[in-house]
T-cell receptor, first 113, second 110 residues
């Protein structure tokens, strides 16, 4: 069966510090991968998605970046965090077409102080 | 561009009340439509989906019908439970990604 992992589960970082959030998927190959951010009391904002290794599409210009070094690994990074980067970060994957179910990870809660 | 509009919450109901959460969409072509649910502190999980006009998705007592003439996909449940308290997201497919609504928080009290 397929599973998706995210870590860390929670993170508190000072403004200006770097960020690295990791997402890995097990039990599937060549999935489409997605990073979302959910700010407090708000909906989901798609940040990045990837249809293959090294292929990253950015949805919103900001100080975040994403990388996909391996087929089932998706990393969200920042060189310098802003207060506005606080939120709940969700990784998700789809096998094949977007008409299929999108599976979400448990999320990482990031607080920037 | 394609978009999804949901009713603003929170929706507050007593246990066993009837639930409707409205969702309308704007899209070119023929998207698939989804309802996802997010329980407190968790990621999202698929609740139901419909892939073409007049399809009805159903799961756990929830239902939604794909209405192309009104571009709607309203979520309904005949009798809600306290355990249904969560945030509900309507979504549609768009090429390689999903477009989500802003979510509607449902609070059910005993």
């Amino acid at each position: 069966s397929q599973t998706i992992h995210q870590w860390p589960a929670t993170l508190v970082q000072p403004v200006g510090s770097p960020l690295s959030l990791e997402c890995t998927v097990e039990g599937t190959s060549n999935p489409n991968l997605y990073w979302y951010r959910q700010a407090a009391g708000r909906g989901l904002q798609l940040l990045f998605y990837s249809v293959g290794i090294g292929q990253i599409s950015s949805e919103v210009p900001q100080n975040l970046s994403a990388s996909r070094p391996q087929d089932r690994q998706f990393i969200l990074s920042s060189k310098k965090l802003l207060l506005s980067d606080s939120g709940f970060y969700l990784c998700a994957w789809i096998q094949g077409s977007s008409y299929n179910e999108q599976f979400f990870g448990p999320g990482t809660r990031l607080t920037v102080l | 561009g394609d978009s999804v509009t949901q009713m603003e919450g929170p929706v507050t109901l007593s246990e066993e009340a009837f639930l409707t959460i409205n969702c309308t969409y704007t899209a070119t072509g023929y998207p698939s439509l989804f309802w996802y649910v997010q329980y407190p502190g968790e990621g999202l999980q698929l609740l139901l989906k419909a892939t073409k006009a007049d399809d009805k998705g159903s799961n756990k007592g929830f239902e939604a019908t794909y209405r192309k003439e009104t571009t709607s996909f309203h979520l309904e449940k005949g009798s809600v439970q306290v355990s249904d308290s969560a945030v509900y997201f309507c979504a549609l497919t768009h090429t390689d990604k999903l477009i989500f609504g802003t979510g509607t928080r449902l609070q059910v009290f005993p």
